[in-house]
């Protein structure tokens, strides 16, 4: 090759290195996002949870991925879309319930997992210890379980003629014996008969009011369920409908026109999953990191509904609320 023509070739190469290096886009981490219900029932939960991501300059579409897995409302498909996530080696895995956590774990040890639950994460097997929760797994938790005998002494105290309430669980949800199992105790010492009555689908929820109201029931229990979260507008036409004092762990419920509730707002926990999702992403050690506990509970009245089933809520109840819709 003569000289001339070999470095007008050099050159060229040269002159294409600049090209070729502006092609090469470096690698965003793909967090996997897997979730037991559908896409359409959750807007409220990704919202929130790239809220927390976004608060450490996160954003989807720009230096993060997210892949989502969706159940839609079919918990035994967890494990093959937990597989799947962890076939395509995800950055990290964010299962915002306790059973989409428990999948992920069974489906990984290596790939760290963020949860969040109602449960307590020690006793469910996410973790063996919430200050260091070993292996690949850390989240949060909130207080929604902790709380469930104390929305059942609320009902007692707004409704105290009923002296038979329904508890309306999620059996898919894998919390919902603990669920039963204190609302039971609670009962017991409040002298009150309870009828548990179970529901994974819409169809299900419609049947149970209509249940209830042909038992007797005088009052409803809605335990905290992702489910039922995002079934806040049925289950407040349906405490209309049949006119069944019902309290829920969930605020939006009392937003779209049911009785009242108590429990962790929802906004939070799933910004909070994001938060933590970004700690992971810049190197905190799920193994060494704490799960944390959500401390704000919130006690949330509609005095519309109330007067439109003609019942008022004591001064006492009233004074300890967070919010009155009126």
Do not use: C
């Not at 039922?228 to 006119?243: D, E, G, M």
């Not at 829920?248 to 937003?255: H, L």
């Not at 905190?284 to 944390?292: D, G």
């Not at 019942?311 to 009233?318: D, Q, W």
């Amino acid at each position: 090759m003569k000289r001339r023509a070999f470095i007008t070739l050099l050159g060229g190469a040269a002159a294409a290195w600049p090209i070729a290096a502006r092609g090469q886009q470096p690698k965003v981490p793909v967090i996997g996002f897997l979730e037991r219900k559908s896409a359409r029932d959750s807007g409220q939960t990704v919202a929130a949870f790239h809220r927390g991501l976004n608060e450490a300059a996160f954003i989807e579409g720009q230096n993060i991925a997210i892949e989502y897995r969706w159940a839609e409302n079919s918990p035994d498909r967890l494990p093959m879309l937990a597989a799947d996530l962890v076939q395509r080696n995800v950055a990290l895995i964010a299962a915002p319930d306790t059973v989409s956590a428990l999948a992920a774990k069974a489906a990984t040890t290596t790939i760290p997992i963020v949860f969040n639950t109602s449960a307590d994460p020690v006793a469910v097997g996410l973790v063996s210890s919430l200050n260091r929760p070993g292996g690949n797994v850390t989240g949060t938790t909130s207080l929604n379980a902790e709380v469930a005998s104390k929305r059942l002494e609320l009902l007692n105290e707004v409704v105290p003629k009923a002296s038979s309430i329904g508890l309306l669980v999620n059996q898919a949800s894998g919390i919902a014996h603990v669920n039963i199992a204190d609302m039971q105790a609670a009962s017991r010492t409040l002298g009150l008969q309870i009828l548990v009555l179970n529901a994974s689908s819409n169809d299900e929820i419609d049947e149970a009011f209509a249940t209830l109201v042909q038992r007797g029931v005088g009052a409803l229990v809605v335990t905290a369920d992702s489910l039922f979260n995002s079934r806040s507008q049925q289950l407040a036409a349906l405490v209309l409908r049949y006119a069944l004092p019902t309290i829920s762990a969930n605020r939006e419920f009392t937003v779209a026109g049911g009785l009242f509730s108590y429990g962790t707002g929802l906004a939070d926990i799933y910004r909070q999953l994001g938060v933590y999702a970004a700690k992971i992403l810049k190197g905190e050690k799920a193994a060494e990191f704490p799960v944390s506990q959500s401390t704000k509970v919130e006690l949330v009245i509609n005095l519309r509904t109330a007067k439109l089933l003609g019942l008022s809520f004591p001064l006492a109840v009233l004074g300890r609320a967070d919010e009155v819709i009126e």
